[in-house]
């Protein structure tokens, strides 16, 4: 019988099988995928709040608020310097001395030799200018003298032509009267001699006029030749050697160097009792503020503006969080060279909004700009989301009610809203808040996970 059985049995099954082979082998499929889904873990990140603002990422390295270098054109020895690299300094400290013996030998040389011919400017200018005075004095008496000599001339003409139109009066009533006694004759004759002369007199007041006026050329050209001297007396106090005296006074006092601004010393090039070999003594960088120096790329340099917001957090503060904003873009391409090679990009400060002193200039700190302001929003893993029948859906871990334990995937339907690079925003539908989202539910190397199916889930933080 149990042969029988079995011939009965098997022919049974080897029927089934011929007849419904593929049911068996999907059958026997499914249950090799249910087996490996419930073996494996998948990675499920929690529903939450998450800022969805798109941002721009990268690294920098902080700069501080304002680098200045501190220079000279000194060419004498430093005789002491007061301090040392990385000192923090304020504005107006006495950063280092030059020693300034020979600029003051020649200085004192110098104004020794000026002083001297000083004196003899001062000798000659005082005779210039009573020359001047003279000339000035002596040009009135002579015009006095001239003057006189017109109003003579001016007198004896004026004498003439009276005599000789009272004369006319006389002969012509005469003449109108007929008077019979009177001396035609001799009256006319006299008549005729005084307007011969009257011509030379008429000469004579404009020749002392000439002369006057000659008088006052000739001494107004002596007067502007003293002046012309004086004048170039006054000239001369701007002469080279003063130039050259006010330029070493200027080099003495440049040997006290003082700090032009406040900050700290970040590169130091001067050694007490050695010529500087380069202009620049030392650089102070200014750390009222905390400025962060990035490199963006050319692709990203256009969606950012001054005034943008910017989170900026470092390596060496784990777990803090600094908000700062765009302060200068230098729209000029420019390129950093490195142990790794070249990169090419904008430069962009970042400046924090409160100075935070643990960030240290020369630290490497990575820098959010924030292009889009969207704030805090419900939002699942972008990778949790799959598209099926014109929706979008994802797989939740739902906590499995029974002896088993683990987790049943359920499929919920979501509808999209805004996007990050890693985040996508639920506008509405069945995921709440901590509902655990499975990553890449219908790819990678773990089985497609299906609706009801039980799965091993490894939470990630978010």
């Keep these: 019988m149990a042969v029988k059985k079995k011939a009965i049995i098997i022919p049974t099954v080897i029927a089934l099988l011929a007849g419904g082979g593929l049911f068996a082998c999907n059958t026997l499929s499914s249950a090799a995928k249910e087996s490996m889904m419930a073996n494996s873990k998948y990675s499920a990140i929690p529903a939450g709040e998450n800022d969805l603002s798109k941002v721009i990422s990268t690294t920098g390295n902080v700069i501080g608020n304002g680098t200045v270098d501190v220079t000279t054109k000194l060419t004498c020895p430093v005789s002491e310097v007061k301090v040392s690299l990385g000192d923090m300094v304020k504005e107006g400290d006495l950063l280092c001395e030059f020693d300034p013996t020979e600029l003051q030998e020649e200085y004192d040389t110098l104004k020794k030799?000026?002083?001297?011919?000083?004196?003899?400017?001062?000798?000659?200018?005082?005779?210039?200018?009573?020359?001047?005075?003279?000339?000035?004095?002596?040009?009135?008496?002579?015009?006095?003298?001239?003057?006189?000599?017109?109003?003579?001339?001016?007198?004896?003409?004026?004498?003439?032509?009276?005599?000789?139109?009272?004369?006319?009066?006389?002969?012509?009533?005469?003449?109108?009267?007929?008077?019979?006694?009177?001396?035609?004759?001799?009256?006319?004759?006299?008549?005729?001699?005084?307007?011969?002369?009257?011509?030379?007199?008429?000469?004579?007041?404009?020749?002392?006029?000439?002369?006057?006026?000659?008088?006052?050329?000739?001494?107004?050209?002596?007067?502007?030749?003293?002046?012309?001297?004086?004048?170039?007396?006054?000239?001369?106090?701007?002469?080279?050697?003063?130039?050259?005296?006010?330029?070493?006074?200027?080099?003495?006092?440049?040997?006290?160097?003082?700090?032009?601004?406040?900050?700290?010393?970040?590169?130091?090039?001067v050694n007490e009792g050695s010529v500087p070999s380069s202009p620049s003594l030392m650089t102070i960088v200014n750390t009222d503020k905390t400025v962060i120096e990035l490199t963006v790329k050319e692709t990203d340099i256009t969606k950012i503006a001054e005034g943008m917001k910017a989170k900026v957090t470092s390596k060496v503060l784990p777990g803090e969080e600094f908000a700062a904003s765009i302060t200068r873009i230098v729209n000029v391409v420019s390129t950093d060279v490195s142990a790794e090679g070249s990169s090419s990009g904008y430069k962009v400060e970042v400046t924090l909004d409160e100075t935070n002193d643990s960030l240290l200039i020369g630290m490497t700190a990575s820098v959010d700009i924030t292009i889009e302001?969207?704030?805090?929003?419900?939002?699942?893993?972008?990778?949790?989301?799959?598209?099926?029948?014109?929706?979008?859906?994802?797989?939740?871990?739902?906590?499995?009610?029974?002896?088993?334990?683990?987790y049943i995937a359920r499929k919920k339907k979501v509808v999209k809203g805004a996007e990050s690079d890693f985040y996508v925003e639920v506008k509405s539908g069945e995921v709440k808040s901590g509902d655990l989202i499975i990553e890449d539910p219908k790819g990678g190397d773990l089985p497609e996970v299906e609706d009801g199916a039980r799965v091993k889930v490894n939470e990630k933080k978010k």
């Design 113 to 269: 030799k000026m002083d001297n011919s000083d004196k003899k400017e001062k000798s000659d200018s005082s005779k210039n200018q009573r020359d001047l005075e003279a000339a000035k004095t002596k040009k009135e008496a002579a015009l006095a003298r001239a003057q006189r000599v017109i109003d003579k001339a001016e007198e004896v003409r004026d004498d003439a032509y009276e005599k000789y139109n009272s004369l006319c009066g006389e002969y012509n009533n005469a003449v109108n009267n007929n008077d019979p006694n009177y001396d035609y004759t001799g009256v006319f004759a006299s008549l005729k001699q005084l307007e011969a002369g009257l011509s030379d007199l008429d000469d004579a007041v404009t020749t002392a006029k000439d002369g006057y006026n000659d008088t006052e050329s000739q001494w107004n050209d002596t007067i502007q030749k003293l002046q012309d001297v004086i004048d170039g007396e006054a000239f001369d106090i701007g002469s080279d050697d003063q130039k050259t005296l006010d330029k070493l006074a200027e080099q003495i006092e440049q040997c006290k160097v003082y700090a032009p601004q406040s900050g700290i010393i970040t590169a130091l090039n």
């Design 373 to 406: 302001e969207v704030g805090e929003k419900l939002s699942v893993p972008y990778s949790g989301i799959i598209e099926e029948d014109g929706g979008d859906y994802v797989f939740v871990a739902e906590p499995a009610d029974d002896e088993e334990g683990g």
